[in-house]
Structures are given as C-alpha cells and as structure tokens.
C-alpha cells in the first residue's frame, strides 16, 4: 500500500473541514482540528537515512488511521506534519480525551528495518470549533499555535488551545515564526520576520476587501521582490561560509520563487483558503527545515 493509499492530503483535509463546519454549525457538536509534528524526525532522517525517514511517515500514517473513528478524518500536511478532524464530539472534554489517546497511540515504541526500534515523541495542538474560531483557515491557525505550545514546553504532549477567546483567535495572524524558527543570524531573522509581516500583511487585506485587487497585486509584487532579495543574501553568506549544501539550498529557492509566481493569480483574486495556507507554509516550512539547519553551520 503506498503512502498516498493511507492518508490524504492537506486541502482535502480543509475541504473536508469546511464541509463539517457548516454541517455543525446548528448541531450543538464539536469538531476537533488536530496537528501534529514527529519529534526529531530531522535527527532521525540525518542518522538512519532518508529511507527511514519515508519508513517512519507511512508507519505514523498507518497508526493514524487505525487509531480513529469511521467518522474521522486524517491528512499529510507535508514533510512530518500531519492532522485529524475528530466530528460528532459532545462537548470539549470529550475531543481532549481522544486527541490524547490518539498521541499515546503514536508516540508508542516502533520498529524500522534501517533504523531499528525507536520511540518518536508527538508534539501535537488542538483546536476545537465552535469554541475556539468561526473559520477554517482561523481554526488551523489555533491548532498550529497549540502545537508550537507544546515543542516550547518540552514536545511529546498533547496542548488544547486555551489561549484567546473566539473573537481574540480570529485575529491571529496567518504566519506565525516561534523560537524553532531563528537561525541565529540577525539580518536573516530578520528578514523572515519581515516576510512575514507581508504575508500577514497581504491576508489581513484581503480578508477585509477582497475586491481591491490592484493594491493585492502591489503587495504581491512587493513580497516577491523583497524574497528575491532574501533569497540573495543567504547566497552570499552560504557563499562566503562554504555552506556544504549551499548548491541544493540555492536549488529550493529557485523552485520556491517559481511556487510564490504561481500562487499570486490564486491569491489577488479574492480570500482562497488553501492558496493561503500553501503561501503561509512555503514560508514558514522553509526556514524550519532548510534556513535553521543553514543557520546552525554559519553560526558556528
């Protein structure tokens, strides 16, 4: 069975989320949003190879969807992040009772035939609607905020968003970059936290007039440029570092650029839910799995 034969993608998943939200809008049921990441995937795939590391993905997908109801769905969102939608649930107790099963069942020991037997702690967030957001898009923004409460807090836990109000987390911006997103140069974090700002930026105004392309399309050029620009100062200090992977880290951001070009016509033409969501992790997944790891070389 191949990977994809288990589990679906991450705007099958949101479409799948939308559709429950408006089949519990009336209902007086709760729908859990799960998202999780694998402790230390990236050490695991350094050590043991990058065929461990598929092996561990389909194994984690595979428990994922053994361990839930008929009713529930699950998703790949990408690299080693995955979610669930846990719908039909009585109250919150209840979706928290069952996101922590869930995680015990995935954080259990496990064996690979090229890594042999580990233990992969689960670092996962839960956002509950209608408690926590009225959107889809908001509502994945709570669960990934719960999810970097648990890797701040010592990962391997199961955090239920409790942070804001439902009024308060619609208002939480789109891209949001913790402490595992600093690379230790100053003028590269800063110039992912300005990437950001646009990012933020672009979706808070098309969120509040989604007809006032022009100025979109401005903003857009406006972010592209500057991760042109970005993208530039990191070839120089890979350059003068002698960066190892510097030729393959250049590669993706080639490929990167061609992605942000893509996305623009999806973005100006009004709020696309999953257009966003691919721009907010082009950014963010980016500089967790390529510019953190650069930064640690230039760093030393």
Same mark, same amino acid.
């Not at 869930?102 to 408690?131: N, T």
């Given at each position: ?8 993608? $991450? ?12 089949? @519990? ?50 998703? @790949? ?6 979610? =669930? ?50 959107? =889809? ?24 968003? $409790? ?5 308060? =987390? ?22 992912? &936290? ?21 100025? =979109? ?18 070839? &120089? ?58 930064? &640690?070389?230039?760093?030393?």
């Amino acid at each position: 069975m191949s990977f994809n034969d288990l589990i679906s993608d $991450r705007e099958t998943l949101l479409h799948r989320l939308s559709e429950l939200m408006e089949q @519990h809008r009336h209902s007086g049921k709760f729908i859990g949003l799960l998202l999780f990441d694998l402790d230390g995937y990236g050490a695991i795939r350094e050590k043991f190879g990058g065929m461990a590391g598929d092996s561990l993905l389909k194994l984690m997908a595979e428990r994922l969807r053994l361990g839930i109801r008929d009713q529930d769905f699950t998703a @790949h969102f990408g690299g080693d992040t995955f979610a =669930a939608l846990l719908p039909e649930h009585e109250s919150v107790r209840t979706v928290a009772f069952a996101a922590e099963r869930i995680r015990k069942k995935l954080a259990q020991p496990l064996l690979l035939a090229e890594g042999g037997g580990l233990v992969v702690g689960i670092s996962m967030g839960v956002a509950i609607y209608p408690e926590n957001a009225g959107e =889809a898009d908001r509502l994945l923004t709570v669960a990934e905020s719960a999810m970097y409460d648990s890797k701040m807090s010592g990962k391997n836990m199961c955090t239920i968003y $409790r942070g804001a109000s439902r009024d308060k =987390a619609d208002i939480l911006p789109l891209a949001i970059l913790g402490e595992e997103s600093t690379t230790g140069i100053a003028e590269l974090d800063d110039q992912h &936290r300005e990437l950001a700002e646009r990012v933020n930026d672009l979706y808070d105004l098309m969120r509040s007039n989604p007809e006032n392309r022009p100025e =979109a399309e401005a903003m857009y050029d406006e972010l592209v440029r500057f991760t042109e620009l970005h993208f530039m100062t990191e070839s &120089r200090m890979m350059g003068e570092a002698g960066y190892p992977l510097a030729e393959a880290h250049d590669r993706e951001h080639r490929f990167l650029l061609e992605e942000l070009r893509a996305l623009e016509s999806r973005i100006v033409a009004g709020v696309e839910l999953h257009a966003f969501r691919m721009l907010k992790d082009w950014l963010v997944d980016h500089i967790e799995k390529a510019d953190v790891p650069m930064g &640690r070389y230039l760093y030393k």
